[in-house]
């Protein structure tokens, strides 16, 4: 098979479209609308959260009930939800529903009921759902974590990236009717990006695109920088958690840097499996945890190195410890060994990250936000392949993530 | 793209062979050896089980940590696992790695290390395996109600389906080096089925898995029959539970039968997403639990209809009222609306349950093991295409599951 190229096109009105043809019965779609919970307005956190929940409770003359209905009687499926930087659409089924798809979605972004009804049951299962989190500390944790990483600027109008897409209570206990109707005004062309894959004409597809969505209006996203408040320390006090669990958020690389391959590799001898050096030091040889992580994060067009570990309260401390020193001896560079088998398992992952309709859709969509075109799979291994264990220790010869790293922990003890 | 075809093989030596070519960089393949866990011996139940994880630990020439640095190296993934059936071993990767990752899966099954200093550590985690189902009240459900649906015919060598992989503590208790060692000979190509799908020349891979498997042995896997036992009603005091779990089983179609599909279309209707008969008696219409749900399932040859619900115990006997009612009401038929949803749900998640290669290789396995061939994609949905409500409803009115239906709760209360 040829290698798919995709093509993209900027439709009148403003809306990004990349389209990949690929041979087979299915399609699968995803827009990104860049609005997301970081654009909530300040004292309205929960605006994005729950105005998309609210989208789907009928659209295009359809109440909540039929909306659902005509998707599965096309057998479609739904995918998508709300970011902090955007709130996308997904929908996969047969090739021969795709018009209809696109038409549903259509409806959904450009003729919703919004029945106000709807509103307080929708703003009391965010509700529910905060309330879910004491019961779950590692994503109270993350929670935690990126409010204190990541404080909103004092004289922003949004509020940022310090609270869940679920909001606030106070933030949810003023959305009104109105206000999210304004908020909604937001939605439009201006940043969207509309990934397809399917096995159809690329001139026909467009001119499908072109029709559902003709005469939307272009909306106002505006970007949201994420500031990052390096070397933190916090401890946040729960009572019930039986473990304490880490939160460490350092610096990292952004996707337009040329060192943006070279840090993938080394995040994955970092944390990629049971040869990986986060894996080996913490659980094999010390068992200090039972789980221990890090992964790439992206916040206002910045890259991030995120890591998390579970520990006994006991342990915690030297966990922290051994985590940091891994962090700290980055700047030594890679193995042989290490390189190869990082450089392996990241070619794997492209190749069957690209392999699900579902997935190829939302990496389409994905690559034009994040790095403003499609990055074709064949020249992304090809990056891969070109890469030398010396490029990458140059580059982890001028990385020390460590002295800035931010560490929340939460558990068991008071706080610090 | 023409449909692709696989092509199926009976090799020397008995191993049967499925390869369906498919153009891309990745491969995936899938063994299916018919030796699980019903295959465990009477009083040594955790043989399967615990083998499988001893098989890891070092196979040709490498220990442990060898064979996964193999692994690693090439960004090979595993997949696979211990059924009550079957034990299968799956590796997924980039083209050019298929032959090696053949050579290790070999390895693993023809010179496997087995190191007795391991025994005792998997015991051990079998045992924790063990006690950790009382931490969860549904998988503890499934395990009790299977034990209870299909006890151990009395004359039986096998220890049957009324155990899970894991085993009991006393059959774990029982494993020594040399009963596994006999256990192990039970491994062989009698009945063992290789999926394998990759951008290769079907004799390429013929010839491939010939080198591979050259000289493995028959082995003796013997089948097991899963003798239900209908009608019984028994409920499991489960202290810590907060919730009643309630777990029904009724016959089901088999799958050489040809209402087969019409069986499958029905329990699409009954319970496939939310615009399903269950979902909306038990949780829209009454809110009576927080999830339901009806699957088929596959056991020594025959198929059962298994329920789930989950309930506030004073709402379990309404729960369960309902949940009967439902499939006692399945002989009067599907209305037009109810066919046309489930039978696009089927059609869409056929194409879409065949698009990773991983599902695909597992799915000419699993189509070999259990129909006798493997069934084409565009086949299945021909099939689905040409039914009719009319069929569909003629299958259903001689199709009355609730009276032999066997009820296992658990949860809070006495012994029943």
Known sequence: MAAPRAHVWTLEGGLTLAFER?????????????????????????????????????AGGRDARGFQDALDDLGLRRSGGVGPEATRFGVSGLGADLPAALGLVADLLRRPALPPGELPVLTDLARQDLEGLEDSPPDLLAVEARRLAFPRPPVSPFAGYAHPASGTPEGLSRLTVENLHTFFTRYGTRGSVLGVVADAEPGEVRSLVERAFAGWGPGEAGEVPADFRPGLRAHVPHGEAEQTHLSVTAPGVSPGSPDWLAWQVALTALSGGSA????????????????????????????????????????????????????????????DAEFGRARAGLAASVVFGAESLRARAGGLTRDLAVFGRVRPVAELRASLAALTLDRVNAFLAGYDPAPAATVVTLGPGEAA
Chains 1, 2 share one sequence.
């Open 22 to 58: 690929r041979p087979g019965p299915g399609f699968a779609f995803d827009l990104r609308v860049p609005v997301g919970s970081a654009h909530d307005p300040v004292g309205r956190e929960g605006s994005a959260g729950v105005l998309e929940e609210w989208l789907y409770k009928g």
């Open 276 to 335: 990986s050096r986060l894996f080996h030091a913490v659980r094999e040889e010390r068992g200090l945890a039972y789980s221990v992580s890090a992964s790439p994060v992206l916040l206002g067009g910045r890259g991030f190195l995120s890591a998390y570990a579970g520990s006994t309260p006991e342990r915690a401390p030297e966990t922290l410890e051994v985590l940091l020193a891994e962090l700290a001896r980055l700047p030594r560079g890679l193995t």
